[in-house]
């Protein structure tokens, strides 16, 4: 972490449980899109991000989070726009078909959200 210097404390895999709970509370709560400074003591303070971790441990985790290798990312690249999250987006696909099971009641729907933007792997 040459960013950090020697500031970067390590991390073990309960902070890193909490932050991925933490994020996934923040989109239950629809803070997904909320700046991090009305998060923490702010605005839209929430007392379950400000109980998990600091502002600056919550920023540098996610600045610092990589789920692939970037030495080999240019060659994946080639085939897949999606790479550098593919292995932890298949990790979940799986473990969600190992505990998600349709039943005969289950109904398909669908949301259709107007996008302007521009991405390179829409299928």
Known sequence: MSTYGTSW???????????????YHLDTMKQNLVSVDKIWPGIACDSVAKATMTKKRFVALCNALRFDDNT????????????????????VKRKLSQYFIPGMNMTFDEQLIPWRGRVNFLQ
């Open 9 to 23: 404390v390590k991390t073990d895999v309960t902070e890193l449980m909490a932050l991925i709970g933490l994020l």
């Open 72 to 91: 080999t990312r240019t060659a994946r690249r080639a085939k897949d726009m999606f790479c550098p999250i593919r292995d932890i987006f298949d990790s």
